[in-house]
């Protein structure tokens, strides 16, 4: 049974295109994250929810927007794709906030923007 | 500015011997210290970690190494199996704050 799961896996869309990406945790944590893997590999962390509220933001386009209906959920909406949108998104979650806890990613979704 | 580095894309080690990868860091309040094995198609999980209150810590085949003045940390895999072929990422963290910082990671290849 998959702890962290989303979808869809693979994505290939048109520029300005609007996508959503879907994420669930069965593993009962109260904090759940976005984080983006671009060309260069870097793991970047774009948005962390709390309890359903937001507690880190990074500098992200605001053509990104998560949204957070329960604390079992982040999905991640993105509007008006970009080229340059293209990357593999990775959820993830951990028991609580604070740096220290052992993070839990998603098996991720590969973007391509054509 | 990448604050966690990790210099080497790619290793290869042959079955058995060690392997040794290699992570530098610029913050110095960075505090916590972890490592996590990627395989292809699979997200990252957590391997092992280590507090900056310890300079090693020891997890079956699995050693990582802090050497804080150096701002460096190292993970060794003795002995390495083909099994352990994925891209380890080493990430950091301060303990007051939210994120945790991870670096390009390293491809290891363990050949038979």
């Known amino acids: 049974d998959t702890a962290v799961s989303q979808t869809p896996k693979y994505l290939v869309t048109q520029m300005g295109n609007d996508k959503s990406i879907k994420c669930e945790q069965n593993?009962?944590?109260?904090?759940m994250y976005w984080y983006k893997q671009d060309s260069k590999k870097f793991l970047k962390i774009m948005f962390s929810y709390n309890n359903k509220e937001l507690i880190i933001n990074e500098t992200v386009p605001n053509r990104f927007s998560p949204k957070s209906p329960d604390k079992a959920h982040l999905n991640l909406h993105i509007n008006s794709l970009e080229l340059g949108d293209s990357a593999v998104y990775f959820c993830a979650s951990s028991q609580d906030v604070g740096s220290r806890n052992t993070i839990y990613f998603g098996e991720g979704s590969w973007l391509t923007v054509v | 500015d990448q604050q966690v580095k990790q210099n080497s894309p790619s290793l290869s080690v042959q079955e058995g011997r060690i392997s040794i990868l290699n992570c530098d860091y610029t913050?110095?309040?960075?505090?916590?210290f972890l490592w996590y094995k990627k395989y292809p198609a699979e997200g990252p999980t957590f391997l092992i970690s280590?507090?900056?209150?310890?300079d090693k810590n020891e997890d079956g085949r699995f050693t990582v190494f802090l050497n804080k003045s150096a701002k460096h940390l190292s993970l060794h895999i003795v002995p390495s199996q083909p099994g352990d072929s994925a891209v380890y990422f080493c990430?950091?963290?301060?303990?007051?704050?939210?994120?945790?910082?991870f670096g390009a990671g390293t491809r290891l290849f363990v050949k038979a």
């Open positions: 280590i507090s900056s209150i310890k």
């Open positions: 990430a950091a963290s301060d303990g007051g704050g939210f994120k945790t910082i």
């Open positions: 913050n110095s309040m960075f505090d916590y």
């Open positions: 593993l009962g944590h109260d904090t």
